[in-house]
């Protein structure tokens, strides 16, 4: 006499996590062996594969640069530096990630309109005294160019002209009566 024997499952074949970090699964397999259907015996009820979560050490992360932040110009006229930073922090390094690379700070040349420049006196002329003999004046002038009044610089405070005495050699006898004659006609 023959005895039906229903299937039963075997134990699941355990496989590794399919990731090497953060969460996976684990697949499984059994087969309808233990011991297996026979004469018309009911085969195994329930699925022969299945899928376990699984969760392992977080996955390294690596560092990257957050936005620059900028400060201002280091100047308020002419050529400076603007000086910026920014943080490995989007997203920062973990779980054995490597940190951002490259620098956490930079500067940048930043160029505003030019300094204001006050203008200064150039040299005074020398200038020849007003007669060859005798008391004179002598008349100079002088230029607002060393360096000129510039963007929106003030321009030079006081005068460009002057006029100074000279005393030069007396005049001769001769020179002085026909001085007279000639102021008489």
């Given at each position: 006499m023959s005895i039906t024997v229903d299937g039963q499952w075997g134990s699941w074949s355990t496989g590794p996590c399919s990731v090497t970090c953060g969460q996976g699964f684990i697949y499984r397999n059994r087969t309808c062996d233990s011991p297996p259907a026979s004469k018309n015996g009911t085969e195994c009820i329930g699925s022969s594969a299945d899928a376990l979560s699984c969760t392992l050490a977080g996955c390294p992360v690596d560092g990257q640069?957050?936005?620059?932040?900028?400060?201002?110009?280091?100047?308020?006229?002419?050529?400076?530096?603007?000086?910026?930073?920014?943080?490995?922090?989007?997203?920062?390094?973990?779980?054995?990630?490597?940190?951002?690379?490259?620098?956490s700070t930079d500067s940048l040349s930043c160029n505003l309109a030019g300094c204001p420049v006050d203008g200064q006196w150039g040299s005074w002329s020398t200038g020849h005294c007003s007669v060859t003999c005798g008391h004179g004046i002598r008349y100079r002038n002088r230029s607002c160019d060393s360096p000129p009044a510039s963007n929106n610089g003030t321009d030079c405070i006081g005068c460009s002209i002057d006029s100074l005495s000279c005393t030069l050699a007396r005049c001769p006898k001769s020179y002085r009566k026909y001085g007279k004659k000639a102021g008489k006609l």
């Open positions: 640069w957050g936005s620059w932040s900028i400060g201002p110009c280091s100047v308020t006229c002419g050529q400076g530096l603007i000086n910026r930073n920014r943080t490995c922090d989007s997203p920062p390094a973990s779980n054995n990630g490597t940190y951002c690379i490259g620098s």
